[in-house]
């Protein structure tokens, strides 16, 4: 099957070797504010609102860059996990790979909504920030849950 829209597979393992300790290394900054000067920087900025109540459309900013660097890469590392292609692709896979694609992006619009509905000021922002990442982890999950099935379903029947 023609499937140029994915990545080769040999993608997967340079993702998960960028995925997993950006993740881990992501949601430690989180939760502990570890923020090492080395990555303060002046960086370029858009619609710029600062402590004074200054607002600018552009010019620079200093910030500590280690957030939007660690969130660049659980996103490649994420794509690159998700849209490799399997090394034996073929319609069935590609149906399941859509159907986790439209379940995960129905589960992260439903969480969306319910965020809506319930949270609000900063519990909301934190929400939006985790909601960037949702989808495209609900897909990584299900799919591969559900290639792990069909191959335990196929290596149990070719026992037998």
């Given at each position: 099957m023609?499937?140029?829209?994915?990545l080769s597979?040999?993608?997967k393992?340079?993702?998960?070797?960028?995925?997993?300790?950006?993740?881990?290394?992501?949601l430690y900054?989180?939760?502990?504010?570890?923020?090492?000067?080395?990555?303060?920087?002046?960086?370029?900025?858009?619609?710029?609102e600062?402590?004074s109540?200054?607002n600018?459309?552009?010019?620079m900013?200093?910030?500590?860059?280690l957030?939007?660097?660690?969130?660049?890469?659980?996103?490649l590392?994420?794509?690159?996990?998700a849209?490799?292609?399997?090394?034996?692709?073929?319609?069935?896979?590609?149906?399941?790979?859509l159907?986790s694609?439209?379940?995960a992006?129905y589960?992260n619009y439903?969480i969306?909504?319910?965020a809506?509905?319930?949270?609000?000021d900063?519990?909301f922002?934190?929400?939006?920030?985790?909601?960037m990442y949702?989808?495209l982890f609900?897909f990584?999950?299900r799919?591969?849950?559900?290639?792990?099935?069909?191959r335990?379903?196929?290596s149990y029947?070719?026992?037998y």
């Open positions: 023609e499937t140029n829209y994915l597979s040999k993608f393992r340079i993702g998960l070797i960028i995925l997993i300790p950006s993740l881990i290394l992501g900054t989180l939760f502990t504010d570890w923020e090492p000067a080395f990555f303060d920087a002046n960086v370029l900025g858009i619609f710029i600062d402590l109540g200054n600018r459309f552009i010019g900013v200093e910030n500590n860059i957030n939007e660097i660690l969130g660049i890469l659980v996103i590392g994420g794509i690159m996990v849209f490799s292609k399997e090394k034996d692709e073929d319609e069935l896979i590609a149906k399941i790979r159907e694609l439209v379940w992006m589960l439903g969306l909504l319910l809506f509905l319930l949270l609000y900063f519990s922002y934190w929400a939006m920030v985790f909601n949702t989808m609900f990584i999950i799919f591969n849950i559900k290639i792990w099935r069909l335990k379903s196929v029947e070719e026992q």
